[in-house]
């Protein structure tokens, strides 16, 4: 991986030049490259005597091998879900809970990371406990005081969904060592552009999908599973995670023993050779820029928002807690409507999100499509 600056990446993907997407955080326009893998993998299936039982494998391989890779895990630690709330409920089902715990989260989590968590409550008679975005201080040291020796599970993102307010997740990770409390996180809105390492922050169990800043498809998400939970109990009971089922002709021949690893966890049918194809080039191509030069080019971006923003009297997500990528600024409530048509009407995408506009660039994007955005706003403030 080179340490020069990233340029703009505009070309490899297709985006027109009167559009300027800042709404990677909803869902990411593809590589062209990885729908062309994807697609050439579609046509396979036309013929399906050219798939052979190893293609229900090797692929699966090289995609767990490079999702390892962001993450510094083993491919035998990951597993392959369709979604984040399928990857939270494999480890909602695996986590110990009794009657007096309690288990913490965020205040407006993204409900992926959070249904499950309030269903295990309920079965097992012990308590949520939601903690609020700060007025003064962080939201980090709010969350550190709420783990104690009755949290038993700590469920939180990288960074919240609507605003990009980061979380310092490896002072939260020693906390939750410290007090005993397992650590499961959704890093769907920080993975790919903020660095994480599970050598260096501790966790349990990590899901992250891929359609958003993992460039990837929908219907195809990673779950890694810390060895300690690898003999867990999967959600589903299908053929593919269970030991032998390499050999078709032999699938009857019932067994109690399992796949290696995080394996077990796999859904039925993640043999998509289409999704794993396009997910696996999108993810090569991660690596390959490194986290730490797509992070770079997009604070850039992120902090010309914040400068526009500022210079406007409108308040973002504050600088201490800023994510590089993902920013939420917040509007009066009569201007909410009219700014979102005036930016749709100009082909300028972005989301709101309560009374945040959430803009979040990615490396196809320049201050070009910066300045577009607070030309159009600047028209309707
Ligand atoms: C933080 C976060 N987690 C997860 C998801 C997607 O969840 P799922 O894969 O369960 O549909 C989103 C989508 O917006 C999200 O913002």
Known sequence: MSSIPLASQHELFDLPSDVSYLNCAYQSPKLRRSIAVA??????????????????????????????????????????????????????????????????????????????????V?????????????????????????????????????????????????????????????????????????????????VDFVSVASYKWLLGPLGLSFLYVNPKHHQGQPIEHGWLGRHGSEDFSRLVDYTDRYQPGARRFDAGERTNNALIAGATCALEQILDWGTDRIQHYLGELVARIAANAGQRGLNCTPTEARAPHLLGIELPADKIAPIAAALAEEKVYVSIRGNKLRVAPYLYNSRSDVDRLFEIMDRNL
Do not use: M
């Open 122 to 202: 309920r079965q097992t008679g012990s308590r949520l406990t939601v903690v609020d975005r700060p007025v003064e201080g962080t939201w980090t040291d709010r969350i550190v005081d709420q783990i104690d020796d009755t949290c038993a599970i700590t469920a939180l993102p990288g960074v919240h969904w609507t605003d990009g307010y980061r979380l310092d997740l490896d002072t939260i990770s020693k906390k939750c060592r410290a007090s005993g409390s397992a650590l499961v996180l959704d890093l769907t809105q920080s993975l790919g552009v903020i660095p994480f390492s599970v050598r260096e922050t501790e």
């Open 39 to 120: 697609e050439s993998e579609l046509h396979r299936t036309l013929r399906p005597w050219t798939i052979s039982s190893g293609d229900f494998f090797a692929p699966a391989e090289k995609l767990r091998d490079a999702f390892a890779r962001l993450i510094d895990a083993e491919p035998g630690d990951i597993a392959i879900v369709p979604s984040v709330s399928y990857g939270i409920t494999i480890a909602a089902a695996n986590l110990p809970l009794d009657a007096g715990d309690h288990i913490v989260v965020l205040s407006e989590q993204f409900p992926s990371n959070r249904y499950a968590w309030s269903e295990l």
